[in-house]
């Protein structure tokens, strides 16, 4: 079993900053792309960053320059740094990641449950 448990989430007044944490574990032979995505009710869910095993990031144009990802492939962990956040951002943020379980399987998009970030005016 292969899990992803994100923390980090809350309440925040807007121009405020919050860390989410995402960690991997069970039974993992590689992981490849990891990432953060969010989703509002009745929309969509939206990217929000990426990063790949080597730590090459892709933010979504709306946190450009706010947020920050960043990666430890030693603990199988992400993290996302949020600064200057303002209302839109309010959302459930769901960690992701491209899992390998064994050497011969292929990458599985595995997802977290998902923690909520609110972000007051």
């Known amino acids: 079993q292969v899990q992803l448990v994100e923390s980090g989430g809350g309440l925040v007044q807007a121009g405020g900053s919050l860390r989410l944490s995402c960690v991997a574990s069970?039974?993992?032979?590689?992981?490849?792309?990891m990432g953060w995505y969010r989703q509002t009710d009745g929309k969509q869910r939206e990217l929000v960053a990426l990063?790949?095993?080597?730590?090459?990031?892709t933010y979504a144009e709306t946190v450009r320059g706010r947020f920050t990802i960043s990666r430890d492939n030693t603990k199988n962990t992400i993290d996302l740094q949020m600064n200057s956040l303002k209302p839109e951002d309010t959302a459930v943020y769901s960690c992701?990641?491209?899992?390998?379980?064994?050497?011969?399987?292929?990458?599985?998009?595995?997802w977290g449950q998902g923690t909520e970030v609110t972000v007051s005016s």
């Open positions: 992701y990641a491209a899992i390998q379980r064994t050497t011969r399987s292929g990458y599985s998009n595995t």
């Open positions: 069970g039974s993992i032979f590689g992981i490849g792309v």
């Open positions: 990063i790949s095993r080597t730590g090459a990031p």
